[in-house]
């Protein structure tokens, strides 16, 4: 933890930035590249930003869930992505898309964005445990 009164405060305003950010990031990588893993870098970078600035203790109420239980849930959110289109009958992680309306309002989801909102859930809590036992075997 660094002592800081700029890095603290500039840390207030960085992180709802970057986590702001971070979500563009990836819903935007559901239709091109990026997506889960490099939101998910960001949002972990804001969240060590937090961890510098504040120290880990800070950082364990910010988060709420344990980065374990984190990295857990990106992988059930994987995961199922797989086993969806596996139950209908085609290849595990084959994209399966629910489309609703026609034309140009036309909103259309699917599994990719599933095991893109996995791949960022792993890649923030992972990052993030790592972090947090290296500042807290400092401490």
């Not at 960022?120 to 445990?129: E, S």
Request: overall charge negative; some cysteine; glycine content about 12%.
């Amino acid at each position: 933890m660094m002592d800081s009164l700029i890095l603290r405060t500039a840390t207030r305003l960085l992180l709802s930035l970057m986590l702001l950010f971070s979500f563009f990031i990836l819903l935007r990588g559901h239709n091109e590249p990026g997506g889960g893993f490099i939101g998910g870098l960001i949002a972990a970078s804001a969240f060590a930003l937090h961890s510098i600035a504040y120290g880990p203790a800070a950082l364990r109420q910010v988060l709420v869930f344990d980065p374990k239980a984190i990295v857990g849930a990106g992988m059930l959110c994987a995961i199922a992505a797989g086993l969806w289109s596996a139950f209908l009958g085609d290849a595990f992680l084959t994209g399966q898309w629910l489309h609703w309306g026609e034309g140009d309002a036309a909103f259309h989801v699917g599994t990719p964005l599933l095991f893109d909102v996995g791949v960022f859930l792993v890649v923030i809590g992972a990052v993030l445990t790592i972090v947090l036992s290296l500042e807290e075997e400092d401490v």
